[in-house]
């Protein structure tokens, strides 16, 4: 009966759910690792609310809510902005590319009596 009441007593899922939610919220710079982070947490938030529902569970919940919702903002944010930069980088090469093209067209005879 014992080992059963400190089983329910343990609060083990709620503090690693709410440590995960603060490493969320702290490496949402890195692409995909806060929504990563984030999840596992709210899992082990979960956990906690349906062994013993209280503070630690509650606080996993928050944290990686807004671990989630903020990871999910940069995510996008990084998706576009690589998105962005390919298809800047695709003209610019397009357009070297054109710049080449041109050049191999010019005549090297116009440039015969240059220096004379």
Request: no cysteine; hydrophobic share 50%; proline share 2%.
């Amino acid at each position: 009966m014992k080992e059963m009441n400190d089983k329910r007593m343990d609060n083990s899922f709620g503090v690693v759910g709410v440590v995960f939610g603060i490493l969320s919220i702290v490496a949402f710079l890195i692409p995909f690792l806060a929504l990563i982070l984030a999840i596992i947490g709210f899992v082990f938030s979960w956990m906690q609310r349906k062994r013993m529902r209280n503070s630690w569970s509650t606080a996993g919940l928050w944290l990686n809510g807004i671990g989630v919702i903020v990871g999910l903002v940069w995510n996008i944010y990084y998706i576009v902005g690589l998105i962005k930069f390919a298809q800047q980088y695709q003209q610019q090469l397009q357009g070297l590319q054109g710049l080449s093209q041109q050049a191999g067209t010019i005549d090297p005879s116009a440039f015969a009596n240059y220096g004379n």
